[in-house]
């Protein structure tokens, strides 16, 4: 496969459950983001990883858990999540520096929270 | 504070006629500047991109141009085309992550 994959395409999970979101790129990009796109609004970035090591955590709460084993895997794990935590989550990666292709992304996990 | 901004959060255009999307920024730092499109549920996809030592860059139908005196650059599509309706999303990169903006959603009438 090419590109980055990301599984599952729908989630739902009550607010008691603990999932993951799994993405993979084959790439050989260095660096892998987490965005969260909720309904009518902009793009947020959660969390970036550069060489596995993460660089950035855009204030996002405890309940979501990123996890980077390798530069071509990219987890989230999620626990206790709220209602307004249901959106589309995106996983991008790209070189270290994006230009002229930019981010690759993901197709997206759409999640529900019961 | 947004870096990039698209004041447009919508634009309708007539089949066959030209789509203008308009992006703005503030940072003199970014280098270069990507649009995206992005269909609902879906990830965006890359469509063109310029670096800021151009002012124009063409692929197919998409054309970027970048003013940089005025800190502004354009997406244009001509001919537009109904399969071009979706979100439209430029982005700005200089030394770190991309900054994007909030999109402009593209309606291409038949």
């Known amino acids: 496969e090419t590109g980055v994959t990301q599984t599952p395409r729908h989630l739902v999970m009550g607010m008691t459950n603990k999932k993951s979101l799994k993405c993979e790129q084959h790439?050989?990009?260095?660096?892998m983001y987490w965005y969260k796109q909720s309904a009518k609004k902009p793009l947020e970035l959660m969390f970036v990883?550069?060489?596995?090591?993460?660089?950035e955590n855009n204030s996002v709460p405890s309940r979501f858990s990123p996890e980077c084993p390798n530069s071509s895997h990219l987890f989230l794990h999620l626990h206790t999540l709220q209602p307004e935590d249901s959106a589309l989550y995106l996983c991008?990666?790209?070189?270290?520096?994006?230009?002229?292709?930019?981010?690759?992304f993901g197709s997206g996990t759409r999640l529900t929270v019961v | 504070d947004q870096q990039v901004k698209q004041n447009s959060p919508s634009l309708s255009v007539q089949e066959g006629r030209i789509s203008i999307l308009n992006c703005d920024y503030t940072n003199s730092m970014f280098d270069y500047f990507l649009w995206y499109k992005k269909y609902p549920a879906e990830g965006p996809t890359f469509l063109i991109s310029?670096?800021?030592?151009?002012d124009k860059n063409e692929d197919g139908r998409f054309t970027v141009f970048l003013n940089k005196s005025a800190k502004h650059l354009s997406l244009h599509i001509v001919p537009s085309q109904p399969g071009d309706s979706a979100v439209y999303f430029c982005a700005a990169g200089g030394s770190e992550k991309l900054v994007f903006g909030k999109g402009t959603k593209l309606t291409v009438n038949p």
């Open positions: 990883y550069n060489f596995k090591e993460q660089t």
């Open positions: 310029i670096s800021s030592i151009k």
């Open positions: 991008a990666s790209s070189q270290a520096r994006a230009y002229p292709h930019g981010y690759t």
């Open positions: 790439l050989g990009h260095n660096a």
